[in-house]
Structure formats: C-alpha cells, structure tokens
Nanobody
Framework: QVQLVESGGGLVQPGDSLTLSCVWSGRTPNNYNLGWYRQATGKEREWVAT???????DYQDSMKGRFAISRDNAKNTTWLQMNNLRPEDTATYYC?????????????????????WGRGTQVTVSS
C-alpha cells in the first residue's frame, strides 16, 4: 500500500501560479504511475494529469498548456505546477498512485479501482 500526502494548496488570485506537492511512502513498484485529480464542490472527481513510470505525461485537454506534472523518484515526490489559474480551477486536488492512473470513467468501465489516494489539498482561486 502506498501512502500519499499532498501539500501546497491555498488561496490565490486569477492568473496566479501555484505548485502542489505530493510525497509518497510505502511499497511503490517501479512501474507505478502517479497522477493528480480534482474535485470541486458538488461535482464529480476528475482526472487532471498523469506522469507515467517512464516519465511520459498526459493531461486532460483543458489543462494542457497551463498545468505541468513532474516527479522525482529519489525524493518520492510528484508535483503539479498550475499556471494562469482560473476561478473554475477551484477544487480539492488529490494525488494518486497505481498501475493505472487516468480517467476515472475509463477505469470504472474496465472494473479497475485506483487503490492509493492522498487526502487532498484545497486550491481556491478568487479575487
């Protein structure tokens, strides 16, 4: 089981940047992928970005160009850099780790349940 702890959330203004961090611990096979999700109040949790074990990345289309995911296995850390933040980016952001990290709908359709989640960090974008 992998334990994940997010940090870095806060209150920012539209147009600001923010970098979230997630530190993992526990047994982490080398082929684990890492990702970020977010959930706004009253909405379903949605996938934001994935960084695969081979360092390739993937993003939800609406985040491409604004968000950047990275990882450092030596530091057991993954980051989500968010630029040009908008009020609609307001949400709780969650870190996740598993063999498959991506669209929750696709996972559900295949009967896959993502096993490792952090508790989340709140990001609020407001003027």
């Amino acid at each position: 089981q992998v334990q994940l702890v997010e940090s870095g959330g806060g209150l920012v203004q539209p147009g600001d940047s923010l970098t979230l961090s997630c530190v993992w611990s526990g047994r982490t096979p080398n082929n684990y992928n890492l990702g970020w999700y977010r959930q706004a109040t009253g909405k379903e949790r949605e996938w934001v970005a994935t960084i695969f074990y081979d360092m390739t990345t993937d993003y939800q289309d609406s985040m491409k160009g604004r968000f950047a995911i990275s990882r450092d296995n030596a530091k057991n850390t993954t980051w989500l850099q968010m630029n040009n933040l908008r009020p609609e980016d307001t949400a709780t952001y969650y870190c996740a780790a598993d063999l498959w990290v991506g669209s929750l709908q696709a996972m559900c359709a295949k009967g896959f349940t993502l096993r490792s989640w952090g508790r989340g960090t709140q990001v609020t974008v407001s003027s």
